[in-house]
């Protein structure tokens, strides 16, 4: 099925099992996902944020469900307090447990805040569109889920 992606691969992205790549530039909050749906809809989501914010997001594509490299997450988060992760799927057992295990084991002072944004009840029926705004998963869902974790920053 295709999906208009508002990024491009990296051309010289090397592979390597539980690193992903930056799909957004940001110095505030970093966001971690994988998948063209989630992906668009947080890139556009994130540039919304700024614009309502002033809040910038590094959206970075994690294509590894269930391997994290501790070394590349710990480069990735930097001096951010902030991590977001993306599971278009229940969130028990998804990618964003495995970033928050792996936050949890690198031990990072000042604490890093992690957030994991997924399916939190029966998953819906309907066409993608409908499926993903009932989740909170459609730009809108995802700029308020956003903020919403962002508010801590901003006061």
């Not at 592979?15 to 930056?22: E, F, H, I, L, M």
Request: with cysteine.
């Amino acid at each position: 099925m295709k999906w208009p992606m508002p990024f491009a691969y990296p051309a010289n992205h090397q592979v390597a099992v539980g690193t992903g790549w930056v799909a957004r530039e940001g110095k505030d909050i970093l966001v971690i996902g994988y998948g063209p749906w989630m992906m668009a809809n947080a890139f556009q989501a994130a540039g919304d944020l700024q614009a309502r914010t002033g809040l910038s997001v590094q959206l970075m594509a994690l294509p590894w469900l269930n391997r994290v490299d501790p070394g590349w997450l710990r480069a990735a988060i930097g001096s951010r307090r902030l991590v977001v992760t993306l599971d278009n799927h229940y969130l028990h057992g998804g990618q964003g447990e495995m970033v928050a295990a792996t936050v949890a084991a690198l031990g990072l002072e000042p604490a890093v805040r992690v957030v994991r944004i997924g399916v939190e009840s029966l998953p819906e029926c309907g066409t993608n569109d409908e499926v993903m705004a009932h989740h909170r998963l459609d730009v809108a869902g995802l700029v308020a889920r956003f903020e919403a974790a962002c508010a801590p920053l901003v006061r």
